[in-house]
């Protein structure tokens, strides 16, 4: 039983670690000024347009997404997914107090494909532990289990009307959008393949 307790708190410990990495990897971004991933283009884009912070607008989004996923599925969502909405809009905040955009084009593209390599690392993390899915893939795979459609084309629609809405409330959409969608997936595979829970 002893056992059995720290397998379970060494599984947490890890989603934790990747909610944390996955936010310094998102901020990251951010800061590099070059674009974001279509989520935080919706985040920014709100901030810009209605106030509060991109982390408070990251959990209220969380909540909603939340939410409908509940009334897809009928049933309560994970532990894990309430805990990575509240935690990563926290996490996002507190890091922006502290990084900021670098002075020179170089020093944002650096920032920029850090900040991908870390947020995919972090993702990958928190998955390998199986502590309960994010909101948004919550979302996507209560869709696909309801339409019947792939995985695949269910993400790409959504990632695709969350980005144009984010767009058009001026959100960052430039080439670091394009290198998170082109790399992201590749990165959270090989973490989530190197991780022993």
């Not at 939340?66 to 996002?92: C, R």
Request: proline content about 3%; charged content about 10%; overall charge positive.
């Amino acid at each position: 039983m002893g056992i059995d307790k720290r397998i379970l708190g060494r599984r947490w410990l890890i989603f934790l670690a990747g909610l944390l990495i996955m936010s310094l990897g998102i901020v990251l971004m951010i800061e590099a000024d070059l674009g974001v991933a279509p989520w935080d283009v919706l985040h920014i884009g709100l901030t810009k347009q209605l106030g509060l912070t991109v982390g408070s607008w990251s959990i209220i989004i969380g909540f909603c997404i939340i939410s409908i996923t509940s009334l897809l599925t009928k049933e309560w969502p994970q532990l894990g997914a309430f805990i990575n909405m509240m935690l990563v809009g926290v996490f996002i905040d507190i890091f922006r107090i502290f990084i900021d955009t670098p002075a020179t084009i170089v020093g944002q593209y650096v920032m920029l494909l850090i900040g991908v390599i870390i947020c995919g690392y972090g993702i990958g993390l928190y998955i390998a532990p199986k502590c309960g899915a994010g909101p948004r893939d919550s979302l996507m795979i209560a869709i696909t289990e309801k339409s019947g459609w792939k995985v695949q084309h269910v993400r790409f629609v959504m990632e695709i009307v969350v980005l144009i809405i984010g767009w058009s409330l001026g959100g960052p959409v430039f080439v670091g959008t394009v290198v998170f969608s082109l790399a992201i997936g590749n990165v959270v595979g090989l973490r989530c393949h190197n991780v022993n829970v």
